[in-house]
């Protein structure tokens, strides 16, 4: 395309700029009440839902049974200042995402909308991980506890000792509890991989896009 | 949100309407796209508006807003299939001065521009709008330099596309 094909395109498009259907004021009335489905929106609703999630299973794994239970390995008190730390970083967490979702304006420049829509959604993507790591401890913390408290494994353990498997034992025992650890932490990752791939592909595609003219 | 404000939003969106239009044009293929697209920019425009105090020229920052939406915010895939429906898409070329060597033209370089990337459109949208460089630079976020050294690489895909 040389010169003069632009300016021939550029005269063009701007002559028919006039020809478009025009729409009435009644029927932008109508279009200002209607919902929006802009990404913002849907990774909004998204985010609400992954921390109503993670807020209710943090509550429903600290029942009594499992309190009593804390009691009785003795850990009581430093599973609560845990778990304290644990709500106030939750806040942080909510505080932040509030933040940086309303520092979301449409009129910044297409960079920094970009930027800022991949902020709201990093702090919520730390959450999980965040989340996902302190069930890990626990599971470990748990596994810890069983066989230094849990009286059927505590026998069984040292059957295996005075049979000379010792080591075996323990190779065992760390696997499997390595692999159901990474299998959770798996799916989970898939789970988030497929949603929000879905949702930021084109983002995405767009924000590699711009941030490649500014190399 | 009052209803003073209502009405002075809508009275400004249907005069400089055409802007939307223009940005749906290129960005969706198709009359319910062009529709879904204009209906979510609205939206858009309304929410920021209560920010827009006047200090620059409402289609100025309609711009902006509007671009953002087609770009960042709208989730439907704005990227047009590779073959565009030539009937579909309307060239607007008055009756007096018709020319069919210049229709056909004209029709090749709308195809190649529907062929670039939301980025690349957004750009040749702004230029075709006769924007100037430092005010691409600031809606899209990059250096002007850039923008400028972007703009002519476009300008050779256009060629190259229209030449192959």
């Known amino acids: 395309m040389n010169m003069e094909e632009l300016d021939l395109l550029k005269k063009d498009w701007q002559k028919s700029g006039d020809s478009f259907e025009q729409i009435s004021e009644a029927e932008i009335y109508k279009m200002l009440h209607a919902k929006s489905s802009s990404i913002v929106k849907w990774i909004l609703i998204v985010s609400i839902l992954e921390f109503l999630f993670w807020s209710v299973i943090t509550v429903l794994l600290n029942d009594d049974k499992y309190q009593n239970q804390l009691h009785k390995y003795g850990i009581e008190d430093f ?46 993507r730390n959450y999980i991980w965040y989340n996902l790591a302190m069930i890990t401890l626990s599971i470990i913390i748990s596994i810890v506890m069983l ?25 065992i025992s760390v696997s499997v509890s390595a692999v159901f650890i990474m299998i959770i932490i798996g799916l989970f990752w898939l789970f988030y991989k497929l949603l929000y791939g879905i949702l930021l592909k084109k983002l995405y595609v767009n924000y590699t896009e711009l941030k490649k003219i500014d190399l | 949100m009052n209803d003073d404000l209502e009405q002075s939003f809508v009275q400004q ?13 290129l960005y969706t293929n198709g009359d319910d796209a062009h529709k879904d697209l204009f209906q979510e920019i609205t939206i858009q425009l309304w929410k920021a508006f209560p920010k827009f105090r006047g200090d620059s020229k409402f289609s100025t920052w309609a711009y902006r807003v509007a671009l953002n939406t087609a770009i960042t915010l709208y989730r439907k895939s704005t990227r047009t299939v590779k073959t565009v429906d030539y009937e579909k898409q309307q060239f607007f070329i008055s009756q007096e001065d018709y020319n069919f060597e210049e229709e056909e033209r004209l029709k090749l370089m709308y195809q190649a521009v529907y062929q670039l990337n939301d980025i690349e459109k957004a750009l040749v949208f702004m230029y075709l709008e006769d924007k100037d460089y430092s005010e691409i630079s600031e809606t899209l976020g990059i250096s002007e330099v850039n923008a400028r050294v972007k703009m002519n690489r476009i300008k050779g895909k256009l060629k190259k596309n229209l030449n192959p």
């Open chain 1, 79 to 124: 599973m609560f200042v845990v778990n304290s730390i644990n709500y106030l970083i939750i806040i942080v967490f909510i505080y932040v995402f509030y933040k940086n979702y309303r520092n979301i304006s449409t009129t910044d420049s297409t960079h920094q909308l970009m930027k800022n829509i991949l902020k709201t959604r990093r702090t919520v």
């Open chain 2, 13 to 25: 969106l249907k005069t400089n309407q055409n802007i939307i239009h223009k940005i749906c044009r």
């Open chain 1, 147 to 171: 066989f230094s408290h849990n009286a059927e494994l505590i026998s069984l353990m040292e059957n295996a000792i005075s049979k000379g498997h010792k080591m075996l034992f323990i190779i």
